[in-house]
C-alpha cells in the first residue's frame, strides 16, 4: 500500500497529543485521528452492522459528532474507546432505521461474503472460528456481544443503547458466549 | 466424577445440570470480577473449570478478532480524510472572545481563544520536534488585565535536553502573545507529555 503525501508530523505523536490538540479546535490533528481510527472504527461497525453497506456512512458520522463533542472528552488518550462508543451508537441508529424501512425497500444489502474484510481477516484459526461463529449468532445476541466485547460497553450502556432492560442484555450475553463456545468447539 | 480422563464428552456441556447448578451468566461475573473473591462451589466443580476455562479463551480472543478485522480494513485514503474534513464546522471550537485593549477611544477589538490556541501552537515551528497538546486558560480571559495562567501538554524530541527546550518554548510563546494578545500572562506551565524518537533521516526516502 502506497503511503499517502502530506503526512503531518502529528502523526507520530499519541492520542493524548492528538486529541487534546483536536479538541482545542485543530482540524490537522482531527485529520491524524481520522486516519489512525478509522480502521478498528469500520471494523466495530460493520460487526454491529453485520453485512449492511452502511459502515462508512456510520463512520463518517461517528467522526463528525466526535468533532463537535471533543471537547467534552476528559482524557484525550482514551479518544479510541470514547470513538468506538460514538461508532456504536451511530450504528444502532442506523439500525433502527433500517428496521423501520425494511418492508417499503429493502436497504440491507448484503457484503459479499468471500470477498468483505473479515473474511480477508480471518487467517488465524482461533480468530476464523470466533467469526464463524459470531456470523451465525442471532443479530440481538451478536449486537449486545459485540458492544460488549469489542467495544467494552457496560450494560447499562448497551442496554440504553438497544432500548432494552439491563437483565435481558445480560440474559443475550450469556446465550451468545454459549452459542459461540459451542460453535468453535464444534469448528476444531 | 469419574470423567477425569474423557474431558471432551463434557467439553459441550454449559447447562445448568453440567455446571453444578451454576449458569454461564454466574460464571461469566464470576471470571469479569477476577474469580474473586474465590468461591469453592465454583472453584472445585470439574463443569465450571472447563467452562471458565472456554470463556476465558474467548475472552482473550475478542480483541484479537478486532485487530485482525480493523487490519483488514483498507488504509484511510486522502479522499476519505477530505471527505470527513468537508463535513465538520471549522469554528466549532473557536471559544471565548478575548478583548485586546488599544489606546484608542470606541475601538473594540477581540480574538478568539481558538485563535489565540492556534498561536501558541504555532510556536512548535520554532522548535523542531516539539509538538503541542492540548492548551488551557486559568483565569478570566474575556476580562482585560486579568491573570491568566496558561498550561500545555507537548511531546518532545528525544535526544535533547529538556529542560532547555521548554525554556525555549515558554519564551517563544510569551513573545507571540505579547506580540499578538493584551493578555496578562503570569506563567506558561508545560507539562512534557511523551518523548518520541524522530524518524532516521536517511531512511526518508523509501
Given at each position: 500500500?502506497?503511503?499517502?503525501?502530506?503526512?503531518?508530523?502529528?502523526?507520530?505523536?499519541?492520542?493524548?497529543?492528538?486529541?487534546?490538540?483536536?479538541?482545542?479546535?485543530?482540524?490537522?490533528?482531527?485529520?491524524?485521528?481520522?486516519?489512525?481510527?478509522?480502521?478498528?472504527?469500520?471494523?466495530?461497525?460493520?460487526?454491529?452492522?453485520?453485512?449492511?453497506?452502511?459502515?462508512?456512512?456510520?463512520?463518517?458520522?461517528?467522526?463528525?459528532?466526535?468533532?463537535?463533542?471533543?471537547?467534552?472528552?476528559?482524557?484525550?488518550?482514551?479518544?479510541?474507546?470514547?470513538?468506538?462508543?460514538?461508532?456504536?451508537?451511530?450504528?444502532?441508529?442506523?439500525?433502527?432505521?433500517?428496521?423501520?424501512?425494511?418492508?417499503?425497500?429493502?436497504?440491507?444489502?448484503?457484503?459479499?461474503?468471500?470477498?468483505?474484510?473479515?473474511?480477508?481477516?480471518?487467517?488465524?484459526?482461533?480468530?476464523?472460528?470466533?467469526?464463524?461463529?459470531?456470523?451465525?449468532?442471532?443479530?440481538?445476541?451478536?449486537?449486545?456481544?459485540?458492544?460488549?466485547?469489542?467495544?467494552?460497553?457496560?450494560?447499562?450502556?448497551?442496554?440504553?443503547?438497544?432500548?432494552?432492560?439491563?437483565?435481558?442484555?445480560?440474559?443475550?450475553?450469556?446465550?451468545?458466549?454459549?452459542?459461540?463456545?459451542?460453535?468453535?468447539?464444534?469448528?476444531? | 466424577?469419574?470423567?477425569?480422563?474423557?474431558?471432551?464428552?463434557?467439553?459441550?456441556?454449559?447447562?445448568?445440570?453440567d455446571l453444578d447448578g451454576h449458569t454461564i451468566e454466574e460464571l461469566s461475573d464470576y471470571l469479569e470480577a477476577g474469580c474473586r473473591p474465590p468461591d469453592p462451589a465454583?472453584?472445585?466443580?470439574?463443569?465450571?473449570?472447563?467452562?471458565?476455562?472456554?470463556?476465558?479463551?474467548?475472552?482473550?480472543?475478542?480483541?484479537?478478532?478486532?485487530?485482525?478485522?480493523?487490519?483488514?480494513?483498507?488504509?484511510?485514503?486522502?479522499?476519505?480524510?477530505?471527505?470527513?474534513?468537508?463535513?465538520?464546522?471549522?469554528?466549532?471550537?473557536?471559544?471565548?472572545?478575548?478583548?485586546?485593549?488599544?489606546?484608542?477611544?470606541?475601538?473594540?477589538?477581540?480574538?478568539?481563544?481558538?485563535?489565540?490556541?492556534?498561536?501558541?501552537?504555532?510556536?512548535?515551528?520554532?522548535?523542531?520536534?516539539?509538538?503541542?497538546?492540548?492548551?488551557?486558560?486559568?483565569?478570566?480571559?474575556?476580562?482585560?488585565?486579568?491573570?491568566?495562567?496558561?498550561?500545555?501538554?507537548?511531546?518532545?524530541?528525544?535526544?535533547?535536553?529538556?529542560?532547555?527546550?521548554?525554556?525555549?518554548?515558554?519564551?517563544?510563546?510569551?513573545?507571540?502573545?505579547?506580540?499578538?494578545?493584551?493578555?496578562?500572562?503570569?506563567?506558561?506551565?508545560?507539562?512534557?507529555?511523551?518523548?518520541?524518537?524522530?524518524?532516521?533521516?536517511?531512511?526518508?526516502?523509501?
Open positions: 500500500m502506497s503511503r499517502e503525501q502530506n503526512r503531518s508530523p502529528l502523526e507520530a505523536a499519541d492520542d493524548h497529543i492528538v486529541a487534546g490538540r483536536a479538541a482545542d479546535g485543530d482540524p490537522t490533528a482531527f485529520a491524524v485521528l481520522v486516519r489512525r481510527h478509522t480502521p478498528v472504527m469500520r471494523a466495530y461497525a460493520r460487526r454491529i452492522l453485520h453485512g449492511t453497506a452502511d459502515v462508512d456512512d456510520v463512520v463518517q458520522d461517528a467522526f463528525i459528532t466526535a468533532w463537535e463533542q471533543l471537547p467534552t472528552l476528559a482524557d484525550p488518550a482514551r479518544v479510541r474507546s470514547w470513538l468506538m462508543r460514538i461508532t456504536a451508537r451511530k450504528a444502532i441508529d442506523r439500525l433502527r432505521a433500517t428496521r423501520v424501512h425494511a418492508d417499503v425497500t429493502d436497504l440491507e444489502i448484503p457484503a459479499p461474503e468471500g470477498t468483505s474484510p473479515q473474511a480477508r481477516a480471518e487467517a488465524r484459526a482461533g480468530v476464523a472460528a470466533l467469526s464463524d461463529a459470531l456470523q451465525h449468532l442471532p443479530d440481538a445476541q451478536r449486537q449486545v456481544w459485540v458492544l460488549r466485547e469489542l467495544g467494552g460497553g457496560t450494560y447499562s450502556e448497551i442496554a440504553e443503547q438497544l432500548d432494552t432492560s439491563e437483565s435481558t442484555v445480560r440474559g443475550l450475553l450469556a446465550r451468545a458466549r454459549k452459542d459461540i463456545i459451542v460453535r468453535m468447539e464444534q469448528w476444531r | 466424577m469419574n470423567e477425569h480422563d474423557t474431558p471432551d464428552a463434557r467439553i459441550l456441556g454449559l447447562e445448568p445440570e465454583i472453584d472445585e466443580s470439574p463443569g465450571c473449570r472447563i467452562a471458565l476455562e472456554a470463556l476465558e479463551r474467548l475472552r482473550r480472543l475478542s480483541p484479537e478478532l478486532l485487530a485482525a478485522d480493523a487490519e483488514a480494513e483498507p488504509e484511510p485514503d486522502d479522499s476519505w480524510v477530505q471527505r470527513i474534513l468537508s463535513g465538520i464546522a471549522l469554528d466549532a471550537h473557536s471559544g471565548r472572545r478575548i478583548p485586546i485593549t488599544v489606546p484608542v477611544a470606541n475601538a473594540d477589538l477581540g480574538i478568539t481563544e481558538g485563535a489565540v490556541r492556534g498561536l501558541i501552537r504555532a510556536t512548535e515551528n520554532a522548535l523542531p520536534g516539539v509538538l503541542i497538546g492540548k492548551s488551557r486558560f486559568d483565569g478570566d480571559v474575556t476580562v482585560p488585565g486579568e491573570p491568566v495562567r496558561i498550561q500545555l501538554d507537548v511531546s518532545v524530541p528525544y535526544g535533547e535536553p529538556i529542560p532547555g527546550l521548554v525554556d525555549r518554548l515558554r519564551h517563544e510563546i510569551d513573545v507571540r502573545l505579547r506580540d499578538h494578545t493584551t493578555l496578562h500572562i503570569t506563567a506558561v506551565d508545560i507539562t512534557v507529555h511523551d518523548i518520541r524518537r524522530l524518524p532516521d533521516p536517511t531512511e526518508e526516502d523509501r
